[in-house]
C-alpha cells in the first residue's frame, strides 16, 4: 500500500464532466489499495474571474480582502469533487488548507507555508476517506488567511507530501509532463523523462508555469519523488528528481519565458557609497523582488542604473524610489513595460563555451536587440521587447538542437488563455 498525493489543476477539474474524469482517476488509485490525498484548484478560470470582478468594484483592493475572496474558488473545487466521489460510491471528505493544518507566514498573497499539522488528513485516511484539500491557501497562527501566489496549489501538494512522507506526488495538469519548452509555443517540443530539481527550479523562477517554483523547492528540499503528467490520459508524465540522466550532447534542456516584465530606470543619480542599497533596501522592505540590475558607467559623478521586476509591481516601485528622492537624489525615473524574459536553461552549460553566444546569435538573427542579459552556471536570460517572442523561442529551440518530429498533443482547452 502506498500513501499518494494527487494534485489537479484548474483546467483538469475545468467543468462537470472533467470533475466526473478526475473523481474516478482517484477512486481506482484507491481501490488499486492506496490511501490517497488529493489537492485541488479552482475550476477553469475561476481565479482570474475572481480577480477580475474585484478590480471593477476596486482597482486596489486589500490583500486580505483579495485572499478572502480567492479562497473561495478552492472551497468549491474540494466540495463539488468531495460530492462527485460520493456519488461514484466512494468516501471522501474535503478540507480548507486551514482545516488540513496548513500555518503560513503573516504575508497576504504570497505567503511561505511555515508547519503543516497533519493529524487531521490522518485521522480522515485512518477512517478510509480520499482527502481532499484546497489547493494555494493557509492560515497564519493569527487566524488570518492567506495564498501561496499564483499557481500554489502546486506547492500545497509538495509540502503535504513531504508532511505526510507521501511514497509520491503526482501533479496532474493539461499536457503530458515537462517540455523543453511551453509545447503550446513550440509544437514540436520535446517531452522529457526526468529533470533534475535543479533545473525545474529555474525553468520555474524563469516562467515554465507547469510547476510553481516553491513546490520544486519544497519537493528539492525534502526529496520528494514528483511526477508531472496529464489528467487526460495515461502516459508516463515527467519524474523531477535530484539527478536525471542527461541525454548526450544535450548541453541546453530547456528553454523558458516570463511575459510579466518591466523595466525602470532611475537616471542621474548622485554617485555616492550607499546608493544601490538604500533603493534596493527600500524596494525590499516593501514586498518588491528585483531581478536582474544594470549599472552603466558613471558621468560627472552620475550614474544610471536599470532594473527588471514583475510588470505588477512596476508602479508601486516608482512611488517607492520617489519617495526617497530627498535622500538619494535623482535626476529622473522611467519605466518600460511590454517587455519579456527568454532564458535557456542547462546543467552542461558550465562546462561548455559559446552557449550564451549562441543565444545571441538566433535572437539577434531575427532582428530583435537584447536589452539585458544575466547568466548563472546554467543559465542565461535576456530582456526584450514581447512582440517577436514566440519566433525567439522557436528559434532557439531549433537552435539549440531540440526539436522533434512529432507534433504535441495539449490535453487541455487550447483557448484558456
Ligand atoms: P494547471 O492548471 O494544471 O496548474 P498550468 O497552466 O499552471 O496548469 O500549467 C500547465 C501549463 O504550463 C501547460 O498548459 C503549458 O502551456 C505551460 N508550460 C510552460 N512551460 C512548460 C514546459 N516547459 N513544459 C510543460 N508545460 C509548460
Ligand atoms: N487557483 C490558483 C491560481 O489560479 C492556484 C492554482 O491554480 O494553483 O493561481
Ligand atoms: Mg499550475
Redesign the pocket.
Known sequence: MSLIVMK?????VGSTERMQRVAKRIIKTKEAGNRVVVVV?AMGDTTDDLIDQSKQLNPNPPAREMDMLLTTGEQISVALLSMTIHQLGSQAVSYTGWQAGIVTEAVHAKARISDIKPNRIFNSLDEGNIVIVAGFQGMTEEGEITTLGR?G??TTAVALAAAINADVCE?????D????????VVKC?RKLDSISYDEMLE?AHL????LHPRAVEYAKHNNVKLVVRSSFNENEGTTVKEEAVMEQGVVVS?I?FDKNVARISILGVEDVPGVLAKVFGELADNGIDVDIIVQSGVQEGKADFSFTLSSSDSDRAIQVIEGIRSEVPFRETTSETNLVKVSIVGAGMVSNPGVAAKMFEAISKLGVSIKMVSTSEIKCSCVIAADLLNDVVRSLHTAYGLDTAEQVF?G?PQD??
Open positions: 489537479f489543476g484548474g483546467s483538469s484548484s499557481g496549489s502546486d501533479i496532474f495538469t493539461d499536457v509532463g515537462v517540455y523543453s519548452t511551453d509545447p503550446r517540443a525553468l516562467g515554465a508555469a507547469v530547456g523558458a495539449v487541455g484558456r488563455r
